[in-house]
C-alpha cells in the first residue's frame, strides 16, 4: 500500500468512525427527548451558541416557537445542548468526508471507483444534513426522522466501499491459482456470498420492522402524555413480536456463516476475524432488544441498541464489498470465445 492510499485509508476509517459517533449521539437525542431543544436550524435559538439559561432567550421566544411545543414546555438547557452536540458532530463529519474526497482525488486516475466512492458519501453526508433540518422544520414528524436514519446507512455504505476498493487483496484469503498468474486464487466461494447476501437481506427486513417500532414508540410517547417510558412497549402494535421473533432468523444465518467461515481457509484472514465481531454484535443486539422488552424502555439501551445494529449492517457489508471484487467469473465468462469465419 503506498503513502497516498494509506492516508485515505486512515482518514475514510476515521469518518466511518465518526458516523457510528454520530448515529449514538442521534439516538441519544431521541431517547431523551432532545429532538427539539434546537427549535430552528442551523441556528439555535436564533444563536450560534446554545443558551445555558431562560434568561438568556428572546423575550418573545415562546411565541416565536410554539408551533415546536414551546408555547408550554420549559426550556431545558440539557436538551438544548444534546442537540447541539448532534449537530456539532455531524459538522466535523462534513468537514472530514471533505478531507476523505480530497484525498481520494489523488487516487482517481489508478482507482476511479474509490474516488466516485467516496464522493457518493460527502453527497449523502450533505444530504442526511438537510433531511436533519427537515426533522426540525416537520417538529419530529416520524418519517422524517426514519429517512434521517436511513441516509447514515448510505453514508457508512459508500465510504466503506472506497475503503475496501482502494486495499483490493487485502482481505481475502489466498489459495493456490490453478494456473500461475490466475488472478482467481484470492477469490471467496460462491457459498460465502450467497450466505452474506441472505444475512443482509435479513438484516435490512429487521431495520425495516425496527423503524416502524420507533416511529409507532415515538407517536404513542407524543399522543399519550400520561404512557409512562415503562409502558409503550404494551402500547406498540404487533409488529414488535415480528420483530422480536426474526431476530432469531437474523442470529440463525449469521452462525451460520460464522460456522462454515471459521472452517474454512478464510478463518484466519480479516473476513473470517470480521465474522466474530459480527456474531457477537448479533448477541448483544438481542440482548439490547431483551432490555428494552423486559426492562422497561431503558434509556442508556435505545442508543446502544441503533447503533449496534448500524454496526451490524457495515459488518456484513463489509464482507459483501470485501468478496465481491474477487469472486471467480461465471462458467460461461471464463471460457475463452472463438469466432469462426467463412471464407
Same mark, same amino acid.
Given at each position: 500500500?503506498?503513502?497516498?492510499?494509506?492516508?485515505?485509508?486512515?482518514?475514510?476509517?476515521?469518518?466511518?468512525?465518526?458516523?457510528?459517533?454520530?448515529?449514538?449521539?442521534?439516538?441519544?437525542?431521541?431517547?431523551?427527548?432532545?429532538?427539539?431543544?434546537?427549535?430552528?436550524?442551523?441556528?439555535?435559538?436564533?444563536?450560534?451558541?446554545?443558551?445555558?439559561?431562560?434568561?438568556?432567550?428572546?423575550?418573545?421566544?415562546?411565541?416565536?416557537?410554539?408551533?415546536?411545543?414551546?408555547?408550554?414546555?420549559?426550556?431545558?438547557?440539557?436538551?438544548?445542548?444534546?442537540?447541539?452536540?448532534?449537530?456539532?458532530?455531524?459538522?466535523?463529519?462534513?468537514?472530514?468526508?471533505?478531507?476523505?474526497?480530497?484525498?481520494?482525488?489523488?487516487?482517481?486516475?489508478?482507482?476511479?471507483?474509490?474516488?466516485?466512492?467516496?464522493?457518493?458519501?460527502?453527497?449523502?453526508?450533505?444530504?442526511? %444534513?438537510?433531511?436533519?433540518?427537515?426533522? &426540525?422544520?416537520?417538529? =419530529?414528524?416520524? +418519517?422524517?426522522?426514519?429517512?434521517?436514519?436511513? $441516509? !447514515?446507512?448510505?453514508?457508512?455504505?459508500?465510504?466503506?466501499?472506497?475503503?475496501?476498493?482502494?486495499?483490493?487483496?487485502?482481505?481475502?484469503?489466498?489459495?493456490?491459482?490453478?494456473?500461475?498468474?490466475?488472478?482467481?486464487?484470492?477469490?471467496?466461494?460462491?457459498?460465502?456470498?450467497?450466505?452474506?447476501?441472505?444475512?443482509?437481506?435479513?438484516?435490512?427486513?429487521?431495520?425495516?420492522?425496527?423503524?416502524?417500532?420507533?416511529?409507532?414508540?415515538?407517536?404513542?410517547?407524543?399522543?399519550?402524555?400520561?404512557?409512562?417510558?415503562?409502558?409503550?412497549?404494551?402500547?406498540?402494535?404487533?409488529?414488535?413480536?415480528?420483530?422480536?421473533?426474526?431476530?432469531?432468523?437474523?442470529?440463525?444465518?449469521?452462525?451460520?456463516?460464522?460456522?462454515?467461515?471459521?472452517?474454512?481457509?478464510?478463518? %484466519?484472514?480479516?473476513?473470517?476475524?470480521? &465474522?466474530?465481531?459480527? =456474531?457477537?454484535? +448479533?448477541?448483544?443486539?438481542?440482548?439490547?432488544? $431483551? !432490555?428494552?422488552?423486559?426492562?422497561?424502555?431503558?434509556?442508556?439501551?435505545?442508543?446502544?441498541?441503533?447503533?449496534?445494529?448500524?454496526?451490524?449492517?457495515?459488518?456484513?457489508?463489509?464482507?459483501?464489498?470485501?468478496?465481491?471484487?474477487?469472486?471467480?467469473?461465471?462458467?460461461?465468462?471464463?471460457?475463452?470465445?472463438?469466432?469462426?469465419?467463412?471464407?
Amino acid at each position: 500500500m503506498n503513502a497516498v492510499t494509506r492516508q485515505f485509508v486512515w482518514v475514510a476509517l476515521a469518518t466511518i468512525a465518526a458516523v457510528y459517533v454520530l448515529i449514538f449521539v442521534g439516538g441519544t437525542v431521541r431517547a431523551t427527548g432532545s429532538g427539539m431543544g434546537c427549535p430552528d436550524w442551523p441556528t439555535c435559538f436564533g444563536r450560534l451558541i446554545p443558551p445555558t439559561q431562560e434568561a438568556q432567550l428572546p423575550a418573545d421566544w415562546r411565541v416565536t416557537y410554539a408551533a415546536r411545543g414551546y408555547d408550554t414546555a420549559d426550556f431545558d438547557p440539557v436538551k438544548t445542548w444534546t442537540e447541539f452536540v448532534n449537530r456539532l458532530v455531524g459538522v466535523v463529519i462534513g468537514l472530514m468526508s471533505i478531507a476523505t474526497v480530497a484525498l481520494a482525488w489523488r487516487l482517481r486516475s489508478v482507482q476511479p471507483v474509490v474516488f466516485w466512492s467516496a464522493l457518493g458519501g460527502l453527497f449523502f453526508v450533505g444530504l442526511n %444534513g438537510w433531511i436533519g433540518s427537515m426533522v &426540525v422544520a416537520s417538529n =419530529l414528524r416520524p +418519517v422524517m426522522v426514519s429517512l434521517h436514519m436511513t $441516509g !447514515a446507512f448510505l453514508v457508512q455504505m459508500c465510504f466503506i466501499y472506497a475503503v475496501v476498493r482502494a486495499t483490493p487483496g487485502l482481505w481475502q484469503a489466498a489459495s493456490p491459482p490453478a494456473v500461475e498468474g490466475d488472478p482467481r486464487h484470492a477469490a471467496l466461494p460462491g457459498w460465502f456470498r450467497t450466505l452474506v447476501l441472505w444475512s443482509l437481506a435479513a438484516l435490512t427486513l429487521q431495520i425495516f420492522l425496527g423503524i416502524q417500532i420507533r416511529e409507532s414508540v415515538d407517536l404513542i410517547a407524543r399522543a399519550s402524555s400520561d404512557v409512562s417510558r415503562a409502558d409503550w412497549i404494551n402500547a406498540v402494535p404487533y409488529i414488535f413480536y415480528v420483530h422480536r421473533s426474526f431476530s432469531w432468523v437474523v442470529l440463525a444465518l449469521v452462525a451460520w456463516l460464522f460456522w462454515r467461515v471459521i472452517r474454512s481457509p478464510h478463518g %484466519g484472514r480479516p473476513t473470517g476475524r470480521m &465474522v466474530w465481531w459480527l =456474531l457477537g454484535m +448479533v448477541i448483544f443486539e438481542m440482548m439490547l432488544g $431483551g !432490555a428494552l422488552n423486559h426492562l422497561g424502555f431503558p434509556l442508556v439501551a435505545q442508543p446502544a441498541h441503533l447503533l449496534a445494529a448500524h454496526l451490524i449492517f457495515g459488518i456484513i457489508w463489509f464482507l459483501w464489498c470485501a468478496l465481491a471484487p474477487a469472486m471467480p467469473p461465471s462458467p460461461a465468462s471464463a471460457q475463452p470465445s472463438y469466432r469462426t469465419s467463412h471464407v
